[in-house]
């Protein structure tokens, strides 16, 4: 059924009782294997530079807006610039285990009042790429996002040619939407982006199939999964996710 107004028009779906929604703020969330913190350069910075600095070329950093820190000392600038910004708000991720920074992600283009919120500047480095810590980090996130703060809509945005990130996206279960043809220019070039969204109406399932992933027991002794997000997703589908609390 679509809603009509007075004029016989279609119009969209009531939402009664909806309220602006609290912005972002500089939290600590704790999952297994991971923590995140707001960015504190005096505490972070050191450790992240030299995460970042461990990977073999600069190719994590072709589709940011910046290119690889050529030393600790620019690295610091921009996470003491970065650590001011509230939007895009920048938290750390900390592998539990080891105690140390291994790379920051961000919640950006807040929109309150339509409770939307976009996932973005993710800088992973090779300490955290492929593991349980890369995807909690993004769980972690998430969860804030839909059931502390009540968003309706979660947002992933990319080029339309890292391939690598429009991969991640739709393993972590966001919905491509389509690409915006000459949306931005950045580092002197064209970028078409493509956009990825979660829904409220779609996070109970996507949630419960992270639990289920992140459980130590979906892990074998050599670290390699049991079961994948995909398939977890695939698996509720058929059986309806649990009712999330609160």
Known sequence: ???????????????????????????ALDGLYCRLEPLDPERHADELYAAYASAPDGRNWTYLPDEPFESADAYRRWAAAAARSADPLHYTVIDRAAGRAVGTLSLMR???ESGVVEVGYVVFSPLLQRTPISTEAQYLLMTYAFDQLGYRRYEWKCDALNAPSRKAAERLGFTFEGVFRQALVYKGRNRDTAWYSIVDGEWPLVHEAFRAWLAPENFQEDGKQKRSLHELREALRETGPEPLAG
Do not use: F
């Not at 679509?2 to 779906?13: R, W």
């Open 110 to 112: 807040h929109n309150p």
């Open 1 to 27: 059924m679509v809603d009509l107004n007075a004029y016989s028009q279609p119009v969209g779906e009531p939402l009664p009782g909806w309220t602006t929604r609290p912005a972002p703020a500089k939290v």
